[in-house]
């Protein structure tokens, strides 16, 4: 007889409820049960047989895969719920009846491309330290940046007792107090480009994703989604250096 078990913050992930990082904190939070049972970190259940709830309403693995592109506003939280009743990227996505979770992060005050998902094996491939997929930022910084300044901020400063990987800088544009910049990330470290500024003494007034490896942000207006085409999967998995296992974003 098939053993059909498999990780419980795995089936969790491919079952649009969270990233499987997520998952895992919510099982150690006592929220998710297994035939009645409060799960632990370790279980492993058979999607086939057993029931899991989490927060108390059961769930399922998805049958569609959906990969959307969110330009999330100003004033929004990138996660599935916040303790401290704050906004969430899913008020945004109300209309998709898959249950989709953001891949990665940007902080309640920034801007921008942010993908949602129920895909897990995408999810942790985008999100992965290892896979290295560029992130692409329009940043307002005060005062001016300086040459001298541009030249650290791409060459790394050291954050949390280690030095942040090369970074792309390029100045778009520079006035009195202030310049624009487009900034390339080949990491995600928390709030990275807010800290790698105040690193070298510059404020940050206003902070935009616009692009996750190929895929650009574009004309997208703030607060609205559209899902990604066929393509565009395949450029992000190729991003990361994997094999899309087939499927369709549609």
Known sequence: MADNKMRLQKF???????????????????????????????????????????????????????????NKPRGFVT???????????????????????????????????????????FANAMMHPSKHVPKTYRVTVRPAITNEQVDILETGV???????????????????????LEIVLYEGRNRQIRRMCEAVNLEVARLRRVAIGNLRLGMLPAGQWRDLTDAEVDSLFNAAGIKRKGGSSK
């Open 158 to 180: 050291e954050l949390d007792g280690r030095m942040t990987a090369p970074a792309e800088v390029h100045v778009v544009s520079k006035e009195d107090g202030r310049s624009v």
């Open 12 to 70: 969790l992930s491919e079952a649009g409820v969270a990233s499987r990082r997520k998952a895992e904190e919510m099982i150690r939070e006592g929220k998710v049960k297994v035939n009645g049972i409060t799960a632990q970190i370790g279980d492993s259940v058979d999607p086939k047989k057993d029931k899991i709830l989490v927060r108390g309403k059961p769930v399922r693995a998805e049958s569609k895969l959906r990969y959307i592109l969110l």
């Open 79 to 121: 996660t599935t719920d916040d303790e401290l009743g704050r906004k969430t990227v899913l008020e945004l996505t109300t209309d998709i009846k898959e249950r989709i979770y953001p891949v990665g992060r940007l902080d309640r005050v920034s801007e921008g491309a942010l993908i949602m998902t129920n895909d897990g094996e």
